[in-house]
């Protein structure tokens, strides 16, 4: 009855807040999540092991979700100190699954690391886990990860949307691996790619166990301008488009990320605009570590996603006491010149303006990239010619690790067609 009443006050909530309220309660029993589910073994030998957890109900029946699972040990590596390990919660995009692989990297490199299918399925372990005929439906899962589940269910009850069951099975995930003997409880984080990044943004805001976050692409806004714009603006009665905006969008939640973010996203994402992303990284309260690692035409896959090492620099500073990636201010345009401050743990190798002066969509502009100078702790560069629509820096450390001041607009930004 408790929890009923506190779905029917978020859903009034959700009706008369602004556009950047705090729910003042959520759809899920976060206490209730923050307790180890169920879980069984299908595979406990193995390099990369596999299991089923317990997820929320759904359809009247109970659920399993799926999950690899593997850290040094499992590798052949002697692990003999119990909670020593810093842990990782891994989060798929809207195309893909629990990946064997890249839980095996954060495993390599010294993590113990989860990675829970979103999609009512399990992978079958032969061929791309990325293309469903690879994967198999649970006949106990959840919800489908279609568009239809995601915007399609937006006037069935709470606990039958994807949203709900998604967020959910990510914390359950964390609960679950902060359980294990050799892991660590105070050295966890989550990334996630795509829609994964999306939930690692709302998971961020409710779950704040995690001590680093870092959605790659995914981020708030999508209303304001995604490729799913036309659910919003063509397919969603005005009620729906504010019901959905408010219950699963994670501007929502972003203002209640307490711990160091970073967020990863490209120039031309065809998904998440720059824009979008960076009304996200704005969001965030700004006593909040936050950091940004922007790339121009920076593909959009899950092997891309998962490939910047700036994601594990950046909770390695964290959780592993490694050097912290650099951090660039706002870019000031001084005269001739535009100049950003900035503070380096380890020594700036080189540096570049990005601008852009084409009249093309927010994800389709030809950007331009000129060298900077490094000058004590202020990159320096020709100020963007007049016209530009747009500009940030990019910094390069002796790593080779990129980070990114802020994206400034000349002009407020207006959606993609």
Not at 38 to 57: H, K, N, T
Not at 112 to 133: C, E, S, V, Y
Not at 352 to 359: A, E, H, P, W
Request: charged share 20%; proline share 9%; aromatic share 10%.
């Amino acid at each position: 009855m408790i929890r009923r009443i506190a779905i029917v006050l978020l859903v009034f909530a959700s009706l008369v807040s602004n556009a950047h309220a705090i729910p003042p309660a959520t759809p899920w029993d976060i206490a209730e999540l923050d307790k180890v589910p169920q879980f069984e073994w299908i595979d406990a030998d193995g390099p990369v092991r596999s299991l089923f957890y317990a997820g929320e109900p759904y359809q009247g029946h109970a659920t399993r979700v799926f999950a690899y699972y593997a850290d040094p040990s499992t590798l052949g590596n002697h692990v003999d100190k119990p909670h020593m390990l810093p842990a990782v919660v891994l989060v798929h995009g809207g195309g893909g699954s629990a990946f064997r692989e890249w839980v095996e990297l954060w495993a390599k490199h010294g993590y113990a690391a989860i990675a829970m299918d979103l999609g009512g399925m399990m992978p079958l372990g032969t061929g791309d886990a990325n293309d469903r005929k690879n994967r198999a439906a649970l006949p106990d899962g959840g919800p489908d990860q279609t568009d239809a589940e995601k915007f399609g269910a937006i006037d069935k009850p709470l606990t039958e949307q994807w949203e709900y069951h998604a967020v959910a099975n990510v914390i359950r995930a964390h609960s679950l691996i902060r359980s294990f003997d050799l892991v660590d409880t105070d050295r966890t984080a989550v990334t996630g790619i795509s829609w994964g990044g999306y939930l690692t943004c709302i998971v961020a805001g409710v779950d704040a166990r995690f001590k680093a976050a870092v959605p790659v692409y995914g981020c708030g806004y999508l209303h304001e301008n995604s490729v799913w714009l036309p659910w919003f603006n063509q397919k969603f009665t005005p009620q729906q488009r504010d019901k959905w905006v408010n219950l699963w969008d994670p501007s929502r939640y972003l203002p209640a990320v307490s711990m160091p973010i970073l967020f990863v996203d490209g120039t031309n994402d065809f998904a998440y605009p720059l824009d979008s992303l960076m009304k996200s990284v704005h969001t965030v309260p700004r006593e909040t570590y936050r950091n940004v690692r922007v790339t121009v035409n920076m593909p959009h896959s899950h092997p891309a996603g998962w490939a910047p090492p700036e994601i594990a620099r950046f909770i390695d500073a964290r959780l592993m006491h490694g050097p912290d990636l650099a951090k660039l201010d706002a870019p000031v345009v001084m005269g001739q010149q535009i100049t950003c401050k900035f503070t380096a743990p380890l020594p700036l190798t080189s540096a570049v303006l990005n601008y852009t002066i084409d009249d093309a969509a927010m994800n389709k502009h030809k950007w331009i990239t000129v060298p900077a100078t490094i000058e004590g702790d202020h990159l320096t560069a020709p100020a963007p010619p007049a016209g530009a629509k747009m500009w940030f820096f990019n910094a390069t450390d002796q790593r080779g690790d990129i980070v990114s001041s802020e994206a400034i607009f000349a002009d407020p930004p207006t959606t993609s067609p």
